[in-house]
């Protein structure tokens, strides 16, 4: 009996609705080899639910396959960064070599013994219960004060006093959303009268006066809401689901969000009049690969930069205050000389973390780096599976922090992902030093 695999039948979909709005058969033969590779990785997932690996492939197709299929024409882009920039054949072809070679690397690795630090609970005692309450409501106004007050909270980003903002507020986040998500992962909904439910409706909307479509970036949003939602739902609904609801959300609600959280729902009365309103099976605002085949041209322009990128990103917790001359990661540079030599309304642009690797060492660094970035995430999620209600919460905050990992620059995003897992972590030292049922 012929078994259809739904993950390939959905990328192979996609990829056809991405050939049909292209403007040019070059990208699809340049991306051809990931999108085949990517396929057989796809295939290979296993299971009815979605997982971390479903979300890390879907990055990569949408990323490094749709996305070059529709904005590269003609040796160059229709939109983006680097709309007028125009690239040799050769930079685009190795620019799509590393990536699939950094792929390659970081998926040899596969650890299939769980033994993880922490103990699997089904369940807590209400006092507990009780004190995770508490201590995201401190989390909550811990959050507040440091970040400038709740009418700061509440403005758009482009609007917000940036000054008021101290950077030690996102850890209180981190608090706030880890312990709404173990908190949605006892499913406190299945009694709505009770006061479970109460404390869990309450916790969601402290939670959401400080994370909504109004006033905080996507990837935060994402990053939150999203293993919040998966706890809710994931035992209900299976990946097929999951999949149709992140290609609506790429096609529809990104592009809306992009605009309510930099100018607020006042930005949408002009929304017909942006480049959001075109074409609605377009994929925007993913500019990956292009800050990476320009990073080819930047380092043939200026050599190698040996562990500054690398450097960049493991010290990311230094505030240049004390570091003045801490380097700045690779999307920086990139993004960079695309604002100031080019036609970049920003440097604040995405970026590959291979394309890091490659920008410090070269072949060698995107083999090595990414051969030992395989081996570190395989581990970690087995040595910190969080099992909590029959729910691995490693696992779904990871899966809300990849698209932003992946989309990067690491450096500058990896802050938040290292606050959840921190939160997750000080939520099990209290669950092992209180009375677990």
């Known amino acids: ?7 390939v039948v959905f990328a192979l979909s996609v990829w056809v609705l991405a050939v049909c709005t292209s403007d040019d058969l070059f990208p699809i033969l340049l991306t051809l080899p990931t999108f085949v590779f990517v396929v057989y990785k796809l295939y290979k997932v296993k299971g009815g639910l979605f997982t971390s690996r479903d979300m890390y492939w879907l990055c990569i197709f949408f990323f490094f396959i749709v996305a070059p299929i529709q904005s590269i024409s003609g040796y160059g882009y229709s939109d983006g960064p680097a709309k007028y920039m125009t690239y040799d054949l050769g930079e685009f072809v190795f620019a799509e070599f590393i990536v699939l070679l950094g792929l390659i690397c970081s998926s040899l690795f596969s650890v299939s013994k769980r033994l993880s630090i922490f103990s699997e609970i089904r369940s807590i005692k209400l006092s507990v219960y009780g004190f995770f309450v508490g201590l995201i409501v401190l989390s909550f106004f811990c959050y507040v004060y440091l970040s400038g007050g709740i009418a700061n909270i509440m403005l758009p980003r482009l609007e917000k006093v940036t000054a008021d903002v101290n950077f030690v507020s996102v850890f209180f986040l981190g608090l706030m959303a880890v312990g709404v998500l173990l908190l949605a992962a006892l499913h406190p909904m299945s009694n709505v009268f009770s006061l479970r439910a109460f404390c869990f409706v309450f916790v969601m909307i402290l939670l959401l006066v400080c994370v909504n479509p109004l006033n905080n970036s996507r990837f935060v949003i994402v990053a939150t809401w999203l293993p919040i939602c998966l706890a809710i739902f994931s035992r209900s609904i299976g990946y097929k689901i999951v999949y149709a609801g992140l290609l609506a959300g790429l096609l529809v609600v990104m592009p809306l969000m992009s605009v309510t959280t930099r100018q607020g729902v006042d930005g949408l009365n002009g929304f017909n009049e942006t480049g959001y309103a075109s074409n609605l099976f377009k994929i925007k605002d993913i500019d990956i690969f292009d800050t990476l085949v ?14 500054d990128n690398v450097s960049a990103i493991i010290f990311f917790f230094v505030p240049r205050s004390f570091w003045p001359e801490k380097p700045v990661v690779g999307g920086l540079v990139v993004g960079g000389d695309l604002y100031k030599s080019y036609f970049a309304g920003t440097d604040n642009l995405s970026f590959f973390y291979v394309g890091d690797l490659y920008m410090d060492f070269g072949v060698v660094g995107v083999v090595f780096g990414c051969l030992f970035l395989g081996f570190i995430v395989s581990i970690f999620r087995f040595r910190f599976a969080f099992v909590f209600n029959g729910l691995n919460v490693t696992e779904l905050i990871l899966i809300g922090s990849l698209p932003i990992l992946l989309r990067g620059p690491v450096g500058a995003v990896i802050g938040y992902f290292v606050c959840l897992m921190f939160s997750l972590l000080v939520y099990g030292f209290i669950l092992k030093m209180r009375c677990v049922k």
């Open 1 to 7: 009996m012929l078994v259809v695999n739904w993950r």
């Open 294 to 307: 320009h990073a080819v041209r930047v380092v043939d322009r200026t050599g190698y930069y040996y562990g």
